[in-house]
């Protein structure tokens, strides 16, 4: 199968590539990047000479370079990671989730149109249903309720990806996944940023009181419930995909201090992020009964793993940091 994988170069797409190509033989990957400040090809450099891989340093908002991206390639499916995920950045500056996730996603899908791919599945988030009280937990149904700028353009391009399957007949899916974590994670997000943060001594910015509770999913859990979608995934359907393990956050920093022998007195409580939502909360139950896909990672272990990747891989933090990272790292986290 040809697969054009978008965003390959960040987190959760690179796991996907290298996961994808260690466990299948009959794939050939094509990964389009635009290789903005998150998108690092260290992520790939494990598979960078593997015959069935290729790399296209592409804009997926770019409807002529993705007209010859799917020329070229000529995939028989499309997995769209491709996103400005940084809820943050997304409230200093929308513009950029506007155009990658919403604009980006219409491009992909008309060229996927246009050229009869056979396969669609659009990688999503469960931060588009909004904030969850107790104890209920999103199923696939429950309303769409986003509260960033990011949020609400990833839960519009979900629809836009749906409106494709009622209206064309495309077979797309769309995937809804928990907090991931694991290697490679690029250090804005909670886990590598405390991680980061602790191994160097540095403190540790904790928004509002900390009890934003999370379901946190390792992210080669999630990049298997990909490969389980993209081959038993039935057309036109949402699949959430959770680890099962609900923590809030400060519970999550205090692990990490443990982890990494450093005090709790590194914590620092800074002033909450505007409509932050309390709790996120999904079932799996669909994906599960559909393609049997269960998570294979326990928290603790997946933790003490992602740790010392950290560990031992402190030139990839501080080469990430040094890049287009630094300014909005020093600004809103750096002095505090």
Request: net charge negative.
């Amino acid at each position: 199968m040809r697969i054009l994988v978008t965003g390959g170069a960040g987190f959760i797409g690179s796991a996907f590539i290298r996961l994808a190509l260690a466990e299948a033989n009959d794939l050939q990957i094509a990964n389009v990047d635009a290789l903005t400040y998150a998108g690092n090809l260290e992520n790939v450099a494990s598979v960078s000479d593997d015959i069935r891989y290729t790399f296209i340093r592409a804009d997926v908002a770019d409807a002529t370079a993705m007209e010859a991206v799917f020329a070229a390639v000529r995939p028989e499916a499309v997995v769209h990671f491709a996103a400005e995920s940084h809820v943050d950045r997304s409230i200093l500056s929308p513009e950029p989730v506007i155009r990658t996730n919403l604009n980006g996603t219409f491009t992909l899908l008309e060229a996927a149109r246009r050229h009869k791919t056979e396969r669609f599945v659009h990688v999503s988030t469960d931060e588009v249903y909004g904030s969850i009280e107790e104890p209920h937990e999103a199923d696939e149904n429950y309303p769409l309720r986003p509260s960033s700028p990011y949020s609400a353009a990833k839960a519009g391009s979900d629809l836009l990806a749906l409106s494709y399957f009622t209206t064309f007949k495309m077979n797309v899916s769309v995937t809804r996944a928990s907090n991931n974590y694991g290697p490679h994670q690029f250090p804005e997000k909670l886990i590598p940023l405390m991680i980061a943060n602790a191994l160097e001594a540095k403190p540790l910015p904790v928004y509002g009181n900390g009890l934003q509770v999370r379901d946190w999913l390792y992210v080669d859990d999630h990049c298997r419930a990909i490969m389980a979608v993209l081959e038993r995934g039935r057309a036109g359907q949402i699949y959430n995909i959770g680890g099962s393990r609900s923590l809030p956050n400060l519970e999550v920093v205090r692990r990490i201090l443990a982890a990494t022998d450093q005090p709790e007195s590194l914590i620092r409580y800074v002033s909450d992020r505007p409509g932050h939502d309390l709790r996120y909360a999904i079932t799996s139950e669909k994906l599960e009964l559909e393609t049997g896909w269960k998570p294979q990672h326990e928290f603790e272990a997946g933790l003490a793993e992602t740790v010392q990747w950290y560990r031992d891989n402190a030139a990839w933090t501080a080469n990430v940091r040094s890049g287009a990272y630094r300014d909005f790292y020093e600004k809103n986290y750096g002095s505090r």
